[in-house]
């Protein structure tokens, strides 16, 4: 079924379905993989969704993007008190589990946003590799360091996303440092077991606060700070990043 998977939009039920009426309301669509949305109506199931709000042509803001894994258990609440209800544009974790194959499906939406292909970046001005220090320092969990199938180093992983200055003011999310974590691997037909490590596309944030908590960990920090904003050139330079995979330096 991987093979044949596709990126489709949400209908307004499976909006209703994954409670993200509020957010549509505010100009945010959101697209499936369609497996996801097979198995989220008949068991026990994850589900990865991608947001995205398109500005004007007079924003320097091109448009948000937002990451979301969700599943059943998060959605275990109590109707009857609206305090309890789990919300995911506000609390959902930041990150998809991508095969290579899904990685096509959001590379071709993300060109077709831009109505351009893009070539395959080894680098990009506005991405900047975190360095073993920087993870370090963040209490990344060791399983999520870059390596590739021998134990070796591995082409950049994560990186600090900074974004023109004219596109900051006018993102959703409050500043802070703004995280994104690459798959290892390139678009590609393959649909291999998808999971986590490697297998993640993430967006995240850290501010100050986070770096005095002893229980901050870099990978658990995604929940609720999954989206991100991109003028023209940083989505460009982004879906190059994302096309070279390997290639990186």
Known sequence: MNQEEQLDPLSSDDIAFFRLDRSQAQGWRYLIFSSSLYLAHIMDWTADVIGYRLLGPASPLFVELRLL???EDLFDDDPSDPTSLFLPEQEGAGYLALSPHRLMLVVDFLEGLLQESVASLPSAPLFHPLSSE??????????FFPKDQNGQPSPPI???YEPEESVRPLETLPEGVRIVQLPSYGPGKTSYRHGYG???LRFTRVYETDLH???????DSCWGRGTHGFSRAGLRQFVGLLKAGPARA
């Not at 908590?213 to 990978?219: G, R």
């Open 69 to 71: 894994h969700l599943d």
């Open 213 to 219: 908590d002893p229980s901050f960990k870099l990978a």
């Open 158 to 160: 994560w990186y600090r």
């Open 198 to 200: 490697d297998f993640s």
């Open 134 to 143: 920087d993870l370090k320092a963040w209490r990344l969990d060791p399983l």
